[in-house]
């Protein structure tokens, strides 16, 4: 069960990416939701949710697509 | 639904399982904090420790069955999960993930062995702390190895972005290191064990409630769910493995990202 160690980064890197994704998601959807409670609208969480997701496929892409 | 159940389920009908089974009462009345999953808990640590001791005590150059069997997951551990995933400083956390492997383990094949038949993590306090440890572990060492403000900074600014972006990936970066990291880690073992008992408990049960059952269809059916209950089983078997491997795994990598240089 030995594993080449390029093997090892694609995994590292999967892990990664998925905790970048769900806290994207939770942090700038988090803050949609509390300003549409806050304002009394209903958009402004898919706005969140959108930011959240494009911040965070840009740290995936800054941490692994440069390479 | 569960109205719908209810009803359903008039006078000696079927009651499913739910987290109420999960639940178990003080195994004495006075003492309310000793329950199963505690002394499965205090069991597991006996036995890790009483394999390990006895497999490694008579070490020979042409190892016994046992000292193969604890060196196989010793190696296992060293080799497989820190050296390939921590590189040249792998050795001072093999004592620590060998631990967390070996403990976490022991105490999720619990769930499908004979009499003890519970999963300790799937209460979800075990997992916690389980976490915060390895939380507290891959933090420390990076604090130690880069200083806490150069750490800190590793984390939370990435290079070679324009400075106003920081606003947008700053508070991910800090989210994900200390908020969804500890909790995936724990979230992810327990979900998998709760779940895991839950199914079994429901054909095992229903198994059994449709066997009683006064109808001969219901009795016919009956071996279906047992079947499927003892396939599930092996399944549980593996996806017991499979998290106390993940479990360790993603600490390492935690452990490796915190030591790393940079990003």
Redesign the interface.
Known sequence: ???E?SN?RE??AL??I???L???L???GGIGWAADHFFGTTYLVLIGLL??MG??L??VW??FG?E | MRAFVKLHAEGDGFVPPSTNDFNLPPITESIAWLTKPVLLVFLSVILVSVFFILSSRKAAVVPSKLQFAGESIYG?VR??LAR??IGHEFMRFVPYLFTLFTFVLTNNIFGIVPFLQFPAMSHVAFPYVLAIFSFGVFHYVGIQKHGIIKYLKEIAF?P??PKP?YI??T???I??FF???PL?LSLRLFANMFAGHLLLLVFIMGGDYMMHDSHLIMKLFSPFSFAFGIALTFFEFMVQCLQAYIFT??TA?YI??ALADE?
């Open positions: 069960m030995t594993h160690p090892r995994e590292n892990w990664s998925f905790g970048y769900v806290s994207g939770l942090f700038w930011v959240g911040g965070a840009y740290l800054l941490r440069r | 296992f080799n497989d390939d995933v990435m070679g972005v972006v947008l990936l508070p991910i970066e989210a994900t908020l969804v990291r995936t795994l993603l990598l490796a990202g990003h």
